[in-house]
Structure formats: C-alpha cells, structure tokens
C-alpha cells in the first residue's frame, strides 16, 4: 500500500477528529479517537483509488 499524507483535527465542539487527504479531492473521514479517524481515512483511501467499471460509451 502507498502512503499519503493526511491531516488530522479534532473538533472542539464535538471533540470527534475530522481527517482527509490533501491529494485525493473529496477523501474524507472521521472518528471518536484519533485511532478510529485514521483507520477510517485508510479505508477511505483505499475506496478511493478502488477501479470503477464505468461504461463512458454514449
């Protein structure tokens, strides 16, 4: 698995940490603990780059 960059905050008002990745627009995730949002963001990464069989023909 490749690595990426993630960013990791903790919200004040619910005290839940939000985190995504920079370079993959739109992968976001979160959790109660710091441990929970990080291993929701890997899977969230993985869906991301995940193929997709999509029919472009017209």
């Known amino acids: 698995m490749s690595k990426w960059r993630v960013i990791l905050e903790k919200d004040p008002e619910t005290g839940y940490f939000a985190v995504w990745c920079p370079e993959l627009p739109g992968c976001t995730s979160c959790g109660e603990t710091e441990e929970?949002?990080?291993?929701?963001?890997?899977?969230?990464?993985?869906?991301?780059?995940?193929p997709d069989d999509i029919n472009l023909s017209s």
Request: charged content about 25%.
């Open 36 to 50: 929970q949002a990080l291993e929701n963001i890997k899977e969230a990464i993985e869906l991301y780059l995940q």
